[in-house]
């Protein structure tokens, strides 16, 4: 059973750019979603995927975009990059929505925005 | 507003020194509780679900039990592969999603 992947592992970035991070998730796993975990907090929901729909989203600016592909791997689109955009993008799948199916974590990107 | 604490924010113990990691949770309706396990540059690991007060769940040196108001993660004589970050998470209402504590900084000591 293949778990859930992303890349690339780190990138740097400067601020005003964009970046595009990505995602397979765990065989079988239809719902996808993004966290995004500043250094000594926990993960910060940005939003969630279910068969190419978004799902649900958290209090994140709309220049964090998502896309959810038939084969349920995902991408994370970030626009006009800032300072506080730098964190650990947590991607993580699910066997479907609600409680009985809990998230699988990849290992996530690593972003620095200078 | 759903919120989760989680204490201590860090804790040091020697080789087999057991002890408890707590996690207070304030929400209007719990569906479920989760505890994860986090290694330093890695995702979060999933290690239980627990759903209703009273309810209990171990895996290996690990115990965790869940009341109305808050949850804690045991630990039976820990080893120093046992250091990590724990984090606490919870979920409301079905497909809502999870709510994270800040997490326990644990580190093992030979």
């Known amino acids: 059973e293949t778990g859930v992947t992303q890349s690339p592992t780190h990138l740097i970035k400067t601020r005003g750019q964009q970046v595009t991070l990505r995602c397979s998730s765990q065989s079988g796993h239809n719902t996808v979603s993004w966290y995004q975990q500043a250094l000594g907090q926990g993960p910060q929901f940005i939003f969630q995927?279910?068969?190419?729909?978004?799902?649900g989203r958290g209090n994140f600016p709309p220049r964090f975009s998502g896309l959810q592909f038939p084969n349920y791997s995902s991408e994370l689109n970030v626009n006009a990059l800032e300072l506080d955009d730098s964190a650990l993008y947590l991607c993580?799948?699910?066997?479907?929505?609600?409680?009985?199916?809990?998230?699988?974590f990849g290992n996530g990107t690593r972003l620095t925005v200078t | 507003e759903d919120q989760v604490t989680q204490s201590p924010e860090a804790l040091r113990l020697q080789e087999g020194e057991s002890s408890s990691l707590n996690c207070s949770y304030t929400v209007s309706g719990l569906r479920g509780l989760f505890w994860y396990r986090q290694d330093p540059g890695k995702g979060p690991e999933f290690l239980f679900t627990?759903?209703?007060a009273g309810e209990e769940k171990e895996k290996e040196r690990l115990k965790a039990t869940l009341t109305k108001k808050e949850s804690f993660l045991h630990i039976t004589a820990p080893k120093p592969e046992d250091s990590a970050t724990y984090l606490c998470a919870v979920q409301v209402r079905g497909n809502t999603p999870l709510v994270f504590g800040k997490g326990t900084r644990l580190s093992v000591i030979a």
């Open positions: 995927y279910y068969r190419e729909e978004e799902n």
């Open positions: 627990l759903y209703s």
């Open positions: 993580a799948s699910s066997l479907a929505r609600g409680v009985n199916s809990p998230l699988h």
